[in-house]
């Protein structure tokens, strides 16, 4: 296998709870972020990382409903539940993302996936520098930068999120046991967001789905945000 897609989700939320299952036109959020990332030709799967929380059968349906397979794991252990949602495959590559981002751009996680392999590096991301919109962020990373993030990361902030021991040891940040490498967007659109985090997001998101629908780019759709004023 070489390249799977993991998208984190979960039920809980502390600003938001039950966010991935909140409804955008006749979609769930989940749903959505699920479709457009089969859309990506590079992936030779995608998998669903999410929890044991009271009412995730509500996240397995919809993985169900769109043939996508799910794995559960810890609540708060996020890197290890990536990295066993991984390990019966071990790709060559993981693609993270999160599911609040359900406007994900498949071609940019295509071209992000054609980079890492031709720049042959440990890690992949557009979230470093950030000048991509908030809700377009991708994380590229070889199965064996992921293993030893699993197996050395010691603090809870290491373990709480996916990529923490390996962006800090990265050559992006002045240290070589990673080597690291990042995509940078042509005009800076890192004051854009397309993410879902709060109340006011998702009025964003519905309206932006409403006018132009749920299969634009993320050039299209920072647009469009952008020329729409005060949505």
């Not at 979960?10 to 039950?18: A, E, F, H, P, T």
């Not at 959505?32 to 998998?47: A, C, E, G, Y």
């Not at 962006?167 to 990673?178: A, G, I």
């Amino acid at each position: 296998m070489d390249t799977i897609i993991i998208t984190q989700a979960r039920i809980g939320s502390s600003r938001l709870n039950k966010k991935v299952l909140l409804r955008l036109g006749s979609k769930t959020v989940l749903e959505t972020h699920l479709n457009r990332l089969k859309q990506s030709k590079l992936k030779d799967k995608i998998i669903v990382a999410t929890t044991f929380e009271t009412g995730v059968e509500e996240i397995i349906e919809i993985c169900s409903k769109v043939n996508v397979e799910y794995f559960q794991g810890s609540l708060n252990d996020v890197l290890k539940r990536y990295y066993l949602a991984a390990i019966k495959y071990k790709p060559k590559y993981v693609v993270r993302v999160t599911s609040d981002c359900p406007l994900i751009d498949p071609t940019l996680i295509d071209e992000m996936i054609k980079n890492a392999k031709e720049y042959n590096v440990d890690y992949y991301t557009n979230t470093f520098t950030e000048t991509f919109p908030d809700g377009q962020d991708i994380e590229v990373i070889k199965w064996e930068a992921l293993e030893f993030a699993q197996k050395n990361a010691k603090l809870s902030s290491e373990r709480e999120h996916v990529t923490p021991l390996i962006r800090t040891n990265c050559s992006l940040n002045n240290k070589e046991f990673f080597k690291g490498a990042e995509l940078l967007s042509q005009e800076n659109l890192g004051h854009v967001r397309m993410t879902l985090d709060q109340k006011e997001d998702l009025d964003t998101l519905r309206y932006v789905i409403d006018k132009i629908g749920e299969n634009k780019s993320w050039v299209e759709y920072a647009n469009f945000i952008n020329n729409s004023g005060d949505i």
